[in-house]
Nanobody
Framework: QAQVVESGGGLVQPGGSLRLSCAASGSIFSIYAMGWYRQAPGKERELVARIDSGGSTNYADSAKGRFTISRDNAKNTVSLEMNSLKPEDTAVYYC??????????????WGQGTQVTVSS
């Protein structure tokens, strides 16, 4: 079994910054891709940023130039640095990781989500 847990959400003014963190734990053999998704009220969940085990990244167009994803493979963590935040960034942000557990199970694990609200 494995789990991922996010932290770092909150309320921030437009133009501000926020850093989200996510830690994977449990019987982990290896972690492949890690990423962040978000879901705003009334909208579908969408990819924000993704990073593979080698450090290659891809971003949603809305995140390019403002958000930076990074990971620490030794600590099984992934972070999302968000700058120049806009009201339309308001959403619940979810961390996800593709984990191969020690008993050979491979699958996507999701966190419980953390609320990010951008408002003055």
């Amino acid at each position: 079994q494995a789990q991922v847990v996010e932290s770092g959400g909150g309320l921030v003014q437009p133009g501000g910054s926020l850093r989200l963190s996510c830690a994977a734990s449990g019987s982990i053999f290896s972690i492949y891709a890690m990423g962040w998704y978000r879901q705003a009220p009334g909208k579908e969940r969408e990819l924000v940023a993704r990073i593979d085990s080698g450090g290659s990244t891809n971003y949603a167009d809305s995140a390019k130039g403002r958000f930076t994803i990074s990971r620490d493979n030794a600590k099984n963590t992934v972070s999302l640095e968000m700058n120049s935040l806009k009201p339309e960034d308001t959403a619940v942000y979810y961390c996800t990781a593709y984990i191969l557990t020690s008993d050979g199970y491979g699958g996507d694990y999701w966190g419980q989500g953390t609320q990010v609200t951008v408002s003055s």
